[in-house]
């Protein structure tokens, strides 16, 4: 007994002196790295153990954070590249001469107090709405500040009535909102005998109507049509009417009969965008950024291909939109790329060297080619670039070749000429090149599928080639496969 009563204090005291684990400390838990930064992620942790005391602090390297602000800068762009979002500027920026022409119509019709038609047609997408938005806001502020009566306004969609009939009662009650309905007589009835009458007219004011979509005013006979213009042929009438349609031949067909009835209107046509048009109006709108957003030849291939398409400046705008959403979605990628390391880990950016900073990344946030192209082929699915993006590799570095050649006024070369730029674009690849009889062979398969047209000769290589296809879907078909991409924004 006296033995262990002595070892007792000694082994107490031996533990006393002994240096406590961190899985025998009662005064701190040990947690393990990866669960340190989940319990808190944004306050430094303290840590002990065999890693040694480090402090870890789980926040954003520079490189996540501006990864982070391009971020957010894109959302920017992306709601001002919106449809629904007017531009910052005074003017319609390139249908100038057509606003113009469109306010100086209602300016006459206001200050000479006379009534009168204006139908406004084109493509979808080219601006015609838009003016007229201008115009209703700059006409208000021109008849204040001239102290004239400023015109009531309508705007209606045609689309949206019931019946094709139906807008005389909406310009009845824009004009007599409290007046009550009469069974004995219809609207345009009324309108007309309102019109004719000089003690039934409404006075000084005139009324602006404006009616979209007028297309959908066509019926069997016609008549509605033909009415609404009429109601401004009237000696007493008080309208202003702007009639919108998409159907550039409405006004032919129609204008005959109208003529006949003395209600001919003035015809404005806007003609779809051209591709130096649609970059200007893209600049227009990103100018405000102090940043660039796309590269220049990216905003290029847009206006090309969508100007060659239809000229529709909407579907310009949602192009740039999907290509910088794919933007968007790599830089998220790098982000989650630079966060997995540290997560594992458990350590910060500083304390592994950096090493986050040299993952592979964008550099800069701007939209490339490659993602506009790749949005081009979401919205315009067409079979010849389905074909171009299937065909082997040499028969598309055959089509760089003709692409480089057809560049300028020339439009033919001889299969020899198509060699020596096919040879450099293969140099330039490093892909070994095929011999001139193989690609004799290639051009009478191209030809065979429509791409190109190959011409008859004693020899293969004086052999004529020209282009069968658009340049355009060449370059649109390409400009998304890697291989191509740096070669084709060189030309």
Not at 473 to 484: E, K, M, P, S, V
Request: hydrophobic letters at 35%.
């Amino acid at each position: 007994m006296a033995e262990i009563q002595l070892s007792t204090p000694q082994k107490r005291k031996l533990r006393s002196n002994s240096t406590p684990s961190p899985m025998q400390s009662s005064s701190a838990k040990w947690k393990s790295p990866r669960r340190c930064v989940k319990d808190c992620p944004k306050s430094p942790v303290k840590m002990q153990g065999n890693c040694g005391d480090k402090t870890i602090n789980v926040t954003k390297s520079p490189v996540k954070k501006r990864l982070s602000e391009n971020v957010e800068q894109l959302n920017v762009v992306k709601e001002a590249l919106h449809v629904s979002t007017p531009p910052a500027t005074a003017t319609v920026v390139c249908r100038e001469v057509e606003y113009n022409r469109v306010l100086d119509f209602c300016k006459q019709s206001v200050e000479q107090d006379k009534a009168g038609s204006l139908y406004i047609c084109g493509c979808p997408g080219t601006g015609k709405s838009l003016s007229i938005e201008k115009v209703k806001e700059d006409l208000v502020d021109w008849a204040n500040e001239s102290a004239l009566q400023a015109p009531d306004l309508l705007s209606l969609s045609c689309t949206s009535l019931s019946k094709t009939s139906d807008i005389f009662g909406k310009i009845l009650d824009k004009i007599q909102p409290r007046r009550k309905a009469n069974g004995s007589i219809s609207p345009l009835q009324y309108l007309q005998k309102m019109s004719s009458q000089k003690q039934l007219s409404t006075g000084g004011k005139m009324t602006l109507i404006i009616a979209d979509e007028m297309d959908y005013l066509i019926t069997k006979d016609r008549t509605v049509l033909h009415d609404l213009f009429m109601l401004t042929t009237f000696p007493f009438s008080r309208f202003i009417l702007i009639g919108i349609a998409n159907a550039i031949d409405l006004a032919d067909r129609f204008l005959p009969k109208l003529q006949s009835l003395n209600c001919k209107p003035a015809v404005i046509t806007y003609r779809a965008y051209s591709k130096d048009q649609i970059i200007s109006i893209l600049q227009q709108r990103l100018e405000a950024f102090p940043y660039t957003v796309f590269q220049p030849q990216a905003l290029e291939l847009c206006a090309r291909k969508v100007a060659s398409a239809s000229g529709d400046m909407r579907k310009a705008l949602s192009v740039c939109r999907s290509a910088i959403e794919m933007l968007e979605g790599e830089i998220r990628d790098s982000i989650y790329s630079l966060q997995l390391p540290s997560l594992k880990m458990g350590l910060s950016d500083q304390q592994r060297g950096g090493s986050c900073d040299k993952l592979p990344i964008q550099e800069s946030g701007v939209v490339r080619v490659d993602h506009v192209a790749i949005a081009l082929s979401k919205a315009y699915r067409s079979p010849v670039v389905d074909t171009i993006q299937s065909l082997p590799q040499h028969q598309q570095i055959i089509l760089c070749s003709a692409l480089k050649l057809f560049r300028g006024k020339k439009k033919d070369a001889t299969i020899g000429e198509v060699n020596i730029s096919y040879v450099d674009v293969c140099k330039s690849t490093l892909i070994p090149p095929v011999g001139i009889m193989e690609l004799s062979s290639m051009c009478r398969v191209l030809g065979d599928q429509g791409i190109l047209k190959v011409g008859q000769a004693r020899e293969d290589k004086l052999r004529r080639v020209t282009l069968n296809i658009d340049e355009a879907d060449i370059t649109f078909a390409l400009q998304g496969i890697r291989l191509f991409r740096n070669y084709l924004q060189q030309l």
